[in-house]
C-alpha cells in the first residue's frame, strides 16, 4: 500500500510518479549543509551518480546543483565553450532550439543540424558537418522530450572521435538518464546533463551533470573566465570533490532534501545492475509501441531505431486535439501530456512510461494507461463524429 | 506533537527548523508542472510573495526559481546590469565579496564600499561614493550572514533616490526577508533577493526575488541581450506572469513540491500581519543580545542599530575556537555554526534564531540554546584551563 495521497498516475514525460521512500526522503527534518551527516549523503550520492553512468574513471566528474534540467545548458555553454567558438547542435526536436540559443548567449556561434520533425539528423550529414569547420563542441538531445525521438549517441561519438577527434560530445540526457542506456567511460562521452524529475526519479530541482576528464581538462584550459558565476565549474568542482571527499565545504546552499530523495532513489536503482533496468524500459517500451499500433495510431518518431524507450509522442487520429482525449484520460485516473513541438504542439500527446511505472509492474500503470487511451480515443472519436 | 524523527535544534542561520506541515508538503505526490492544481499552488504562491513583500503595486514582478539564493545575484548582474557599467557594492561581510565578483563575471564595474568586519558604510561615505560617479545599481546586504550586520536599506533608498535617483537599490535579502522589515513599495525598493531556506522557513532549493516596475522597465530597456540563459528575465518573467494568472507556461520545469512548500509557509507566514512576526524576531534578539552580554561575549556587529535581529555572530573568548564549542551545544541538543568570514572564521560562532524558533515559542529553542551555550562555553574554558 502507498502511503501517497490517492492521486491519478502521472505518466508524462517527466516529473513522474514518485517510489514512497523517495518521497518520504523529502520530509527530511532541517540539517546544516555543512554537517557531517549531510556531507555523507551529499558525498554518497554523487558517487551513485558515476554508477548511475556505468563510470569508473576517476578523472570524471559528477555534478549535482540545486537548479532545473535547464540549467545543464548553462553550466556547458558558459564553461565548455569560449565566445566565437564553433558548436553544432544536432537536433531532433524543440530542445536543440533552446540549447542553440544557450549557447548563443554565452557567446558561441551555434550551427543547427535539423531533422524533419520525428527523425535526427543522418550519420551521413553529422560527418559531412563536422568536416566543414572545426567545432569545439557537438551537443546531441538523447531522448527530445518534445518528439520522442532517441539519438545514437554511442554512433555519433564515434564519429566525433574519428572525423574531429578534440571536439566534445555533450550529450542532453534529460529525458533518458535513467531509462536509456548511457556507458559514460566506454563510449568516451565528454559531458551529460539530465535533471532530477525524469527516470531517476526523484522530484524536480536538481540539475546533475557528468563530464569527462578531457572535458574538465577543457574547462581548465580556457582562455577567458567561465561567463557565468552560478553556473560556473570553478566554483563548483571543488565543491563537489570536497563533499565526495566528505568534506564540508560552501558554494551556495545544496538543496539537502531534494538530494536526500536523490540519494534513496539512487541508492534503490544502483542496488541492481543498470542494465536491468535499461531492459525493463526497452521491454514496457516495446508493449507500448504495440498498443498504439493496434489502435491504428503512428508515432512522431517514425522508425523503430529513433523511437525513445520510455516516452511514447502518439500522432492524434485527424479531427482530435489534446483537449479532447486527455480529460477522458484523466477520467481513467491517468495523466499524458500535450504536445510541445510547437509547429504540432496540438496535434499529438505524449506519454511517460519510466521510473517506478515501469520497475514495479505490480503497480499495472502501463496496462491501466493503454486501456485508459483506448477508451478515451472512442469516446473522443464519438464525441465528434470520427 | 512533532511528526518529525528526533533531532538537534537546528539554529543556524540557515536552514532553519521547519514546521510540521511545511515539511509535509515536501513529500506531495506527482504533479503535472502545467496541470490546473499545480499552476493554482504555484500562482497562489507568487501572491503571496508580493504580500510578504508588503507590495501591492502591480507593477512590481516576484518569481520563485529554482535554484540557490545564490542564483538571485546573478539575475540581478547579467539583467539589471549591462557590460562596462557601474555597480556600487556596499560592503559589510564575505558576501558583498561574492556578489562583486558575480556582477564582474557579467561585465560590471563594481566598486566596493568596505566597512571593517562588523561594521557597515556610513551614509556619509554611500552620498559621497554615489556622487563620484553613476551607478547602475547599488547593491547592499541586508543582514550579512557572516557578520550579523544588518544594514538600513531604507535609510539607502532615501539616499540614493536623493543623489543619484535613477540609480536601482538592489538588496540581497538571504538572510532577512521574512524576519526583518521590509516594505518593499514605500521604501522604494527595486530588487530584493532572498532564498527559501532563512527566515521563510521552507526548505532550500528555491531562489525568490521581487523586482519593481523600475527594475523591470531598466531591464525592458536594455541595449543587449540578457548575459545569462537560465538566469534570463526574458525567460522567467512571462511564465511568472502565466502562472500568477493561473495559465499553465514552460520555460524550466518548476521544483513541484518546493513550490508546494513554499506555498504551506507563505500561507502562515501571510495569515497574520508581518508586522507581528517582525516584532517576534526582535523581542527574541532582544533575549539573545542580552544573554551574550550576560556571558561576558561580544558580538561582530559592534552597534545595536547594526546587529541583525534573526542571527547574532558572537565572538569567542580569546582561545577558543568554533570546534572547541560546537560538539557541546550539539551533546546538548543544540546546532550552531561556525564562523563564515574568512579572515576571522575560527574566532566566532554564529546562532540562528528565526522561524519557527521564534514565531512557536512553545518549542523553547532559544532559551535552550542560550542555556546550552552557558553550559558548553563553560565547559570548554575548563577543558582549556581558561
Known amino acids: 500500500m502507498s502511503t501517497q495521497a490517492p492521486h491519478p498516475t502521472l505518466l508524462i514525460p517527466g516529473p513522474i510518479e514518485f517510489d514512497d521512500a523517495v518521497l518520504q526522503s523529502m520530509g527530511h527534518y532541517a540539517e546544516s549543509h555543512v554537517a557531517p551527516g549531510f556531507v ?74 535539423k531533422a524533419p520533425i520525428g527523425d535526427r539528423p543522418s550519420f551521413e550529414a553529422i560527418e559531412q558537418a563536422l568536416k566543414e569547420k572545426p567545432y569545439k563542441v557537438v551537443t546531441v538531445t538523447h531522448v527530445d522530450t518534445s518528439t520522442g525521438v532517441l539519438s ?18 555533450v550529450v542532453d540526457g534529460v529525458c533518458s538518464v535513467g531509462c536509456e542506456e548511457i556507458a559514460f567511460d566506454e563510449w568516451d562521452l ?13 522530484p524536480p530541482g536538481l540539475s546533475i551533470l557528468m563530464l569527462s ?31 565526495e571527499n566528505l568534506k564540508p ?92 513541438h510547437k509547429e504540432v504542439a496540438t496535434k499529438y500527446i505524449r506519454f511517460g512510461h519510466m521510473g517506478v511505472s515501469i520497475t514495479d509492474p505490480a503497480r499495472g500503470d502501463v496496462e491501466k494507461a493503454i486501456a485508459a487511451l483506448k477508451e478515451s480515443l472512442a469516446d473522443a472519436k464519438k464525441a465528434k463524429g470520427l
Chains 1, 2 share one sequence.
Open 213 to 243: 576528464g578531457r572535458a574538465v581538462e577543457t574547462f581548465k584550459a580556457r582562455k577567458t573566465p567561465p561567463s557565468s558565476y552560478y553556473s560556473s565549474l570553478a566554483n563548483w568542482i571543488p565543491i563537489m570533490q570536497n563533499y
Open 152 to 169: 545514437d549517441i554511442k554512433k555519433v561519438t564515434e564519429i566525433v572521435r574519428r572525423v574531429s577527434p578534440q571536439t566534445l560530445v
Open 40 to 113: 555523507k549523503t551529499f558525498g554518497e550520492t554523487l558517487t551513485m551518480v558515476r554508477k548511475l553512468f556505468q563510470s569508473t574513471n576517476p578523472a570524471a566528474q559528477p555534478l549535482v546543483i540545486s537548479g532545473s534540467g535547464t540549467l545543464g545548458w548553462d553550466v556547458v555553454a558558459s564553461n565548455l565553450v569560449e565566445k566565437g567558438e564553433n558548436a553544432l547542435v544536432l537536433h531532433s526536436g524543440y530542445f536543440a532550439d533552446s540549447f542553440a540559443t544557450c549557447l548563443e548567449t554565452y557567446g558561441a556561434n551555434a550551427t543547427q543540424l
Open 249 to 340: 565545504s560552501y558554494f551556495a546552499t545544496p538543496p539537502t532534501q531534494l538530494v536526500h530523495a536523490l540519494h534513496t532513489t539512487l541508492s534503490q536503482i544502483t542496488a541492481r545492475p543498470v542494465s536491468e533496468r535499461f531492459a525493463a524500459h526497452r521491454q514496457a517500451s516495446d508493449r507500448v509501441k504495440a498498443a498504439v499500433a493496434d489502435l491504428g495510431l503512428q508515432q512522431l518518431a517514425s522508425k523503430t531505431e529513433n523511437q525513445a524507450h520510455a516516452m511514447t509522442a502518439i500522432w492524434l487520429p485527424e479531427g482530435l486535439t489534446p483537449p479532447d482525449v486527455l480529460p477522458g484520460l484523466l477520467k481513467r485516473g491517468v495523466i499524458f501530456a500535450g504536445g510541445l
Open 190 to 202: 565528454d559531458a551529460v546533463l539530465t535533471a532530477s524529475q525524469k527516470a531517476i526519479g526523484c
